[in-house]
């Protein structure tokens, strides 16, 4: 009897052991959840195609990134819909005249674009629709509640990036899998490159790792994350510099991380070149009822 028990001991040991073994790359590589829902994709009145981002927490910040990825906050992020795509170049001229990028194609995301002129954007979009503008265009105040479209907070980005993942990036695998979701320094040979030709993250969101960095609609502060408010936090009131996010065709692997941040000067009009040809930007927008609801929502 007593060697049986011990059978049946040696036995479940090795079976543990087993268990242990085939779970190791998964724990290295920290695949992230699954999403519960297939991502919903709304079509805006002006034919761009938004995802419906539903409200959540958010562990925000990384413990083995940069200073100003610290520390680790929780932080409650309302809905909201945000572009499935950087704005690209045929979509920035349909409202702005002229295009200031380097790399010109309009399937390439518009880039060497200020702050302002980002904004401005954002506000004409928003007056095509006949949605209330969010930006004051004299002193550039962002009404956060206006139903135009807007930059997203570094919360939001950050939110939407990671897509529900608490992994380096929205993807298992870490850097060695970051060739199948972004155009960056390994890979872009030292350029844009269209949109919408990465895998996209599990929100379904393109180009969130790479391509271009994109304008926050934060001032940046790189200890912001020791006194940021719970619920929906939207930056410092003041600061010379406006949050980037999401890394860029000439950024490392390690600058298109998901809790990844830097700041830059949002540029002025007395520049006569405004020569940083790897940011562009996204807009979001408040969520309303009826674009949740509407007939031109689609679900993929």
């Given at each position: 009897m007593?060697?049986?028990?011990?059978?049946?001991?040696?036995?479940?040991?090795?079976?543990?052991?087993?268990?242990?073994?085939?779970?190791?790359?998964?724990?290295?590589?920290?695949?992230?959840?699954?999403?519960?829902?297939?991502?919903?994709?709304?079509k805006t009145a002006g034919g761009v195609e938004m995802v419906l981002i539903p409200e959540g927490r958010l562990s925000m910040g990384s413990k083995r990134g940069d200073p100003d990825e610290a520390p680790i906050h929780n932080v409650w992020v309302d809905s909201f819909l945000i572009d499935r795509h950087e704005v690209t170049q045929e979509e920035y001229t349909e409202f702005v005249i002229g295009n200031p990028s380097r790399f010109k194609d309009p399937k390439h995301?518009?880039?060497?674009?200020?702050?302002?002129?980002?904004?401005?954007y954002c506000n004409?979009?928003?007056?095509?629709?006949?949605?209330?503008?969010?930006?004051?265009?004299?002193?550039?105040?962002?009404n956060p509640r206006a139903s135009g479209y807007r930059l997203p907070s570094e919360a939001e980005w950050e939110?939407?990036?990671?897509?529900?993942?608490?992994?380096?990036?929205?993807?298992?695998?870490?850097?060695?899998?970051?060739?199948?979701?972004?155009?960056?320094?390994?890979?872009?040979?030292?350029?844009?490159?269209?949109?919408?030709?990465?895998?996209?993250?599990?929100?379904?969101?393109?180009?969130?790792?790479?391509?271009?960095?994109?304008?926050?609609n934060d001032k940046y502060d790189e200890d912001y994350y020791k006194h940021s408010p719970?619920?929906?936090?939207?930056?410092?009131?003041?600061?010379?510099?406006?949050?980037?996010?999401?890394?860029?065709?000439?950024?490392?692997?390690v600058g298109c991380r998901s809790a990844y941040r830097s700041g830059e000067s949002p540029g002025s009009f007395a520049d006569s070149c405004f020569a940083r040809p790897d940011i562009g930007f996204r807009c979001v927008r408040n969520l309303e009822q009826e674009s949740e609801t509407g007939a031109d929502a689609k679900e993929t």
């Open positions: 007593r060697n049986r028990w011990v059978l049946v001991g040696v036995l479940l040991a090795f079976a543990a052991g087993i268990a242990v073994l085939f779970c190791l790359p998964r724990l290295r590589t920290g695949v992230p959840k699954s999403p519960k829902e297939p991502p919903k994709i709304i995301p518009v880039e060497q674009v200020r702050w302002l002129e980002a904004a401005f004409a979009r928003s007056l095509s629709e006949d949605l209330e503008p969010c930006y004051d265009e004299e002193t550039g105040a962002c939110y939407a990036c990671r897509a529900g993942t608490e992994t380096e990036y929205s993807f298992g695998g870490g850097g060695r899998t970051l060739k199948t979701y972004a155009w960056y320094k390994e890979n872009a040979n030292k350029r844009t490159q269209p949109v919408g030709q990465k895998k996209p993250n599990p929100a379904g969101l393109y180009d969130m790792h790479g391509n271009v960095a994109e304008w926050c719970e619920r929906n936090p939207r930056g410092p009131a003041d600061g010379e510099k406006y949050a980037l996010r999401g890394g860029a065709w000439n950024s490392s692997a």
